[in-house]
Every structure is written in C-alpha cells, then in structure tokens.
C-alpha cells in the first residue's frame, strides 16, 4: 500500500481524538507497522486480534497517523476499534476485578521459601505492576504462620491444588497461581513455570517464562491475561459446553473429513491435536508425560497418524483455547498451524540391525511433579506409574515399484496403572 494511500484514507476516516499514540518502527515497511500499532494498542484487551483482521479493517480505525524519522506514528479510535471486533466476533476483554493470590515457591533459595507480598523482592513488584497493565491485579500472600501451616515448597512442587485452594480461600480468591521459580547465580535472570487455577483448584492453564525480572514478569502476566479472558469466554458457555469425556470413548467421537482423515480440533469432551516432528514411537509416552504435568489427565489417547504427524486426542473440560495456549507457550512444542504443534523433543528414530526387522522396548515410566532441584525424588502425593511397550517393525526392502510396504508399521501396547503413594521425607 502507498503511503500517500494510507494517509488519506486516515484522514477521511478520522473521529475522535485520539488517547494515545503508539509508535513503531518503518523498517519492515508500512503495512506490517499499522499493524503491529493495533496489535499494540489491543493486546490487553483481546488475544492477539491482528492475525484475524485484515489491513483495511484496521485502516478504518486510525484517528491519526504521521512519520517521524524511521518511525510510524498512529492512533486509534476506541469506538471504532470496539465496533470492528464486535462485527467480527471478536471478544473484548474489560480485565477481571476477583482477587488473584499468587504461591510461588523460589527454588533458587536453600530453604525454597515462598515469595510474600511483603514487596521485597523485585520480582513481585515487577509482576504486580505488569499486571494492572493487563488489566487484572495479583497478591502474594503474608507468609504468616497460618499460610506456612498450610502451603510450602512440597505443597507447589507436589501440584497439591485442594491444598493451596483451601489456604487461597482466606483471600477470598476467586483464582490462584501456583508456580516454581528459580533465580540464575547473579540473580538477574528469572525461569519461572506457573499453573493458573479456579477457587477450587481446578486447572485453567499453565505457562513458562524466562529472561530478566522486567521480561519474565511482562510474559507471565500476558499470559496470565489470555488464560482468564479464554475462561471468561468459556464459563459464559458452560452450559453448552461438553462434558469432559474418557479417551476409552474416542471411538465413538470421531468424526472425519470428507477424503476420510481424521478432522482435528473441539470435539465432544476432548480436542484432537497433531503433532509433528516425531520420528520415534518412544516419543508418544513422553508427551503424554509433557501433558501430564501441564495439568491434563493420563488418558490421552493415540487416534492414528498421518504424512504430516501423529494425531492424540486430549481430554478436557475447558475451553480449547486453553489447551492451544498451553501447547503454543510451552517450550517442548511450537505451534505451526490450527491444532497442529511441532514436537521439539524427539528421541530420534530407532533402528534394527541391517534396517530390517524389529525393535522392541519395554519401559516404566514413572511421572511425578518433580521440578529440577528435587528431580527424581520429589515431595509428591500422587505418582502415575505406567508400562509402555513399543514394538517398530521394519519391512525388508520390496522389490522394485512395489511400495505396498513403504510405510512402517508400528504397534503400540499401553498397560497403565495409576496408583497414589505417599513420599514422605
């Protein structure tokens, strides 16, 4: 688009006067500028709203618009902009004003203390002013000896949410963040991973942040914002929403593409995903135990695989844009398409000997909520205990243009047993 275009167009179109003025770069051209201007300018409002909206919709929104050096400068109208996403049917989110109460454990201390609101650590400041940004606030609690009675470090790591949601309720809080934070031996590097829960402790959605204070507080409070504005979106529909749904019943919750692939996407009780990059069968049981310690439960089933990836339906009552945040901020995967991640963690492809034959693994694996500084023996209430057998069988080379055995053929056995033990140390 010519800017002589865009210029006049903005000044045709100009309303009210403007509230702020946001400003950016001219280096990859005047387009991709507008709209990271109104991205900017709606980021604490809706979730990510650029990608569904084409440049001319966003046009009609400019009060303002000039050139200051290599520097684009616009403002918006916020009637306008509020019409348009309403006519696309994209939600406003006008923050959340329940009370937020934020257990953090800081594992970088001897002692794993749980960071208080006693606002002496930087990081809390950081956080709490990141988010009013995002229109919401976040508390930490006292620390007293009612809280320490309560919640510690094993009560974070150990994902014991009945617990924390019980102390949460002196707060009268409507959601809590549970998390684990560590500190980088100067201390000015923070990795932080965090559950978001409803009062009774009912997982919403999760998320992992790094950087300095002033970065990893930014990312987590964004973050925090999607998961409430996608809940909000999600308890308005409760009452058409599924029911939550075993993956022992995705035979009968199936439904296909017209050429007879499996459609991806909501279905009832559950979303089917595709995930790509996995080159080896042993990967299938290492992302279920991804996903279980995101807060999804251990029944996630394989449904069948295609060119591209193999698909897994996961169970969950929540909203799936849920479930697609945690997929797309999560560090094992990278979201390349609707319902589509790349797996970021393969164990590479396994091979028989002369790449003819079989290969067979059998293996225990044993999930808990173990987070670095306690690895394998992890303070934790529930252990899920399951056997994984993989089979990969190799077809000898066929004879030549006969490619009925091109494609592997892989099978898979899954003997599960959940069970509850008690580690006490």
């Known amino acids: 688009m010519k800017l002589i275009t865009v210029l006049c167009a903005a000044m045709l179109s100009c309303g009210a006067n403007a509230t702020e003025i946001f400003e950016t770069p001219l280096d990859n051209g005047m387009d991709n500028a507008i709209v990271k201007a109104f991205s900017d300018a709606t980021s604490a409002n809706v979730t990510d709203p650029a990608n569904s ?7 009609t929104t400019i009060d303002t618009i000039s050139i200051n050096g290599n520097y684009l400068q616009v403002s918006f109208n916020d009637e306008k902009i509020s019409n348009l996403l309403s006519s696309k049917g994209i939600g406003v989110w006008n923050g959340e004003t329940g009370t937020i109460v934020a257990w953090i454990a800081d594992l970088s201390s001897a002692d794993s203390s749980l960071l208080s609101g006693d606002g002496s650590t930087d990081f809390v400041q950081k956080l709490q002013s990141s988010a009013q940004k995002n229109k919401f606030s976040i508390m930490f609690p006292v620390m007293d000896l009612d809280d320490v009675q309560q919640v510690n470090s094993q009560t974070i790591v150990s994902h014991s ?7 949460s309720k002196r707060y009268d809080a409507k959601y809590f963040v549970s998390g684990v934070m560590e500190r980088d031996s100067d201390g000015n590097s923070y990795s932080v991973k965090w559950n978001l829960c409803d009062a009774e402790g009912k997982s919403l959605g999760s ?20 998961v409430l504005m996608n809940s909000s979106k999600s308890t308005a529909a409760a009452s058409a929403a599924p029911a939550a749904t075993s993956a022992n019943e995705a035979d009968t919750i199936t439904p296909v593409n017209g050429d007879g692939s499996i459609e991806l996407g909501p279905v009832k009780g559950g979303v089917r995903v595709l995930i790509t990059d996995i080159e080896n ?11 279980i310690t995101y807060g999804y439960e251990s029944d996630i089933q394989v449904l069948g695989y295609n060119s591209d990836g193999v698909i897994f339906l ?9 479930l697609d945040g945690t997929f797309t901020h999560a560090s094992e995967f990278t979201k390349v398409g609707p319902w ?3 797996f970021n963690e393969s164990n590479g492809s396994a091979k028989p000997a002369d790449n003819v034959g079989s290969v067979s693994t059998t293996t225990t694996q044993r999930v808990t909520s173990s987070i670095n500084n306690y690895g394998n023996d992890a303070y934790t209430k529930e252990t899920v205990r399951q056997t994984v057998e993989v089979t990969t069988t190799v077809p000898a080379a066929a004879p030549a243009g006969d490619t009925s055995n091109d494609v592997p053929v892989i099978t898979i056995t899954d003997d599960s047993d959940n069970s509850s033990v008690a580690l006490e140390k």
């Open 53 to 59: 909206l084409s440049l001319e919709d966003i046009r």
């Open 161 to 167: 949410d009945e617990m924390i949601a019980k102390a």
């Open 207 to 226: 998320g992992s942040n790094s950087g300095d204070a002033d970065t990893a507080s930014a990312q987590m409070s964004a973050q925090i914002a999607q």
């Open 281 to 291: 069968v042993a990967d299938y049981p290492k992302i279920k135990r991804i996903l």
């Open 314 to 322: 996961i169970p969950t009552g929540s909203s799936p844009a849920i």
């Open 340 to 342: 589509t991640y790349r």
